[in-house]
């Protein structure tokens, strides 16, 4: 993962996530330059439909949170705000539906 988030290009990962990384790159920078062309190399390296739909939709999802974060000009918190945010979930007995109880 770190050499994939460090370089896509030079990363030691199969020639799919290669080709849908750097689907992801330019439709995410400079959505208005995809052309056709950037699919049929998806589908040339061996990307199904479905898979790069799912990618799509995820990347979609994440740009759209990122880009109205940064409208509003939200910051990450630092590691000990999410520590204290997970114990305050924690100690209201936060759950996912569906899940058991967290053990604190």
Same mark, same amino acid.
């Given at each position: 993962? @770190?050499? *994939?988030?460090?370089?896509?290009?030079? !990363? +030691?990962?199969?020639? &799919?996530? @290669?080709?849908?990384?750097?689907?992801?790159? =330019?439709?995410?920078? +400079?959505?208005?330059?995809?052309?056709?062309?950037?699919? =049929?190399?998806? @589908?040339?390296? #061996? *990307? +199904?439909?479905?898979?790069?739909?799912? !990618?799509?939709?995820?990347?979609?999802?994440?740009? &759209?949170?990122?880009?109205?974060?940064? !409208?509003?000009?939200?910051?990450?918190?630092?590691?000990?705000?999410?520590?204290?945010?997970? =114990?305050?979930?924690? =100690?209201?007995?936060?759950?996912?539906? #569906?899940?058991? @109880?967290?053990?604190?």
């Amino acid at each position: 993962m @770190k050499a *994939v988030l460090a370089d896509y290009r030079t !990363a +030691s990962v199969s020639p &799919q996530v @290669k080709a849908m990384c750097a689907y992801l790159e =330019k439709m995410t920078l +400079s959505p208005e330059a995809l052309t056709v062309d950037d699919a =049929k190399a998806l @589908k040339a390296a #061996g *990307v +199904s439909k479905a898979a790069a739909e799912d !990618a799509l939709f995820v990347a979609f999802c994440f740009n &759209q949170i990122v880009r109205i974060a940064d !409208a509003l000009d939200w910051e990450i918190s630092s590691p000990e705000g999410f520590a204290a945010g997970a =114990k305050s979930l924690l =100690k209201f007995g936060y759950v996912l539906p #569906g899940h058991t @109880k967290l053990k604190k």
